[in-house]
């Protein structure tokens, strides 16, 4: 009988549950909407009925977790989401292991996604690939032959925050002047609120700069430099074989693209430029589920996981 794994991607919108090959090969998913604002006792319940009625069907070996941050990834715990209002310390593998008797992991959504475009997606066949996840905020992760790299406390990967403009703008977690603050869906989102008028979502901005609106265009060229800086510090730190970019923001790829590509070269050592591959992630909303379901393969261990 066949093996399977299972992935679970958890949002503050949507939940996503799919069985997963272990190439990453898609065969079921289930996506329902999270209801985050009923919190975590009953987004868990529908969580552990869907993931019941796919274990019924199929030969699951274990589950895997994608979910939004802060998170303590070796206890298997959700700590403060702020997209997930009242998810304290929540010990979620412990409460799915217990519920569903299968080996359960739970990782950063970014390094879940990480983990599927370097295996099936825009990364595939490269030895080292960085994904980094530019939407409501900016998130990363880096495999390295295969193998997710996590850092010593978890947090490798962790470039939202940082320091792009020591001037920069405040942040309620991150540092003054985070490469989130400053390139992310939400400050392109505050910078058209401030400087157009705006009253859409971040595509707006997009949009009008691609209509020849000039406030927009300069929006769009101050956003795009601080995110070439963040890209250029990491080709300089790891020097990967690809960047995949990922997130809300990249659905303006074909105008984002080759102006973001210009600017990464700015500020890179002259050997490097025009050599940097950077891609836009090729798996969209399922890279999350599916790369969930990868992290069952990548070694976890700690209270809570079996």
Known sequence: MDKYLLGIDLGGTNLRM????????LIEEVKVKTESDKGPKHVIHNMITICEGLLQKRNIEAIG????GPLDSKQGIILN???????????LTLILKEALGKKVVLDNDAN?????????GAGKGKESVFYMTISTGIGGGYI???????GANFCAGEVGNMVVNPDGPPHPILN????????????VHRLGKEKVGMAGDAGEVFTLAMNGQQEAEEIVDTVLTYLAKGISNIVHTI????IVLGGGVMQSKEYIMPLLLEKVN?????????KVQIECASLGTKAGVIGAALLTQQGYSGKGRG
Do not use: C, F, K, M
């Open 239 to 242: 020097d990967p074989h690809i």
């Open 266 to 274: 700015d500020y890179l050592y002259p050997q490097l430029r025009n």
């Open 112 to 120: 879940a996604a990480a983990l599927a475009e370097a295996a099936i």
């Open 81 to 91: 989401p702020p997209n997930l209002p009242g998810w304290d310390e929540v010990p």
């Open 65 to 68: 977790i994608g979910a939004p």
């Open 176 to 187: 003054v002047g985070s490469l989130e603050s400053l390139a992310s869906g939400t400050a």
């Open 18 to 25: 799919a069985v997963v090959t272990s190439e990453g090969n």
């Open 144 to 150: 390295y032959r295969n193998q997710l790299i996590q």
